[in-house]
């Protein structure tokens, strides 16, 4: 049974390009988490979602991020012309059910913006 | 909203050493969990609590959730090289599927 898989693992984009982040959930898990750890610091969440609808959105920068979880296919984390503050690790966690339980994280992807 | 602090920040300790790193709340913790990460890595699993006063081992970590389900202590006894990375808390507020992360501890496990 794979974890929950991300990719890429690094990605490099130059100011005002687009990066597009992948997360596979675990099988069987439904609720997709995205978390963004810029450097030296903590983990902050973004995003929960279930599949075809975001349930929270809350740490959401309020422009040029978007996330989304179709009914096939993987969790996608998009950011619009990205900018260097962007660079950070992104982190996405599964779980089979709400309230965290079986909470599963990915190896994130480390993005880099030049 | 919901705000972890662990302490220390990072912690240097000779093999074979124990060690304990603190996790308090500014409010009531529902879930606390521990994950350990290493750098360039993802976050691995340790532990998750939920009961005041409830303690988990595995290996040689344990971790603690005070009774007043404020406060959370992973101990680490006879430290060794592998244990090395940082340290993450992270709380369930009850009401929300998503964690708050403290700030993590990073430990080095010297020769």
């Known amino acids: 049974n794979a974890g929950v898989m991300q990719n890429p693992r690094h990605l490099v984009r130059r100011r005002g390009q687009e990066a597009r982040l992948r997360c596979s959930p675990m099988k069987g898990h439904s609720h997709v988490y995205w978390y963004r750890q810029l450097p030296e610091e903590g983990l902050k969440f973004m995003v929960y979602?279930?599949?075809?609808?975001?349930?929270?959105e809350s740490g959401m920068p309020k422009e040029r991020f978007s996330a989304e979880f179709p009914k096939e296919g993987p969790s996608i984390l998009r950011i619009q012309q990205v900018v260097r503050g962007d660079s950070a690790a992104y982190f996405c966690?599964?779980?089979?059910?709400?309230?965290?339980?079986?909470?599963?994280f990915g190896s994130g992807t480390r993005l880099t913006v030049v | 909203s919901q705000e972890l602090e662990q302490s220390p920040q990072s912690l240097i300790v000779q093999e074979g050493k124990n060690l304990t790193i603190n996790c308090t709340s500014s409010k009531t913790l529902y879930g606390l969990y521990w994950y350990k990460q290493k750098y360039g890595e993802g976050l691995i699993f340790l532990m998750m609590?939920?009961?005041?006063?409830e303690e988990k081992s595995h290996e040689k970590i344990t971790a603690k959730l005070d009774e007043k389900k404020q406060q959370s202590s992973l101990h680490i006894t006879a430290s060794q090289p592998s244990h090395a990375g940082i340290y993450l808390c992270g709380a369930d507020s009850g009401t929300a599927s998503k964690l708050t992360f403290g700030t993590g501890t990073r430990l080095q496990v010297t020769l």
């Open positions: 609590l939920q009961k005041g006063g």
């Open positions: 966690a599964s779980s089979p059910q709400a309230q965290g339980y079986g909470y599963t």
């Open positions: 979602l279930q599949k075809e609808n975001i349930i929270d």
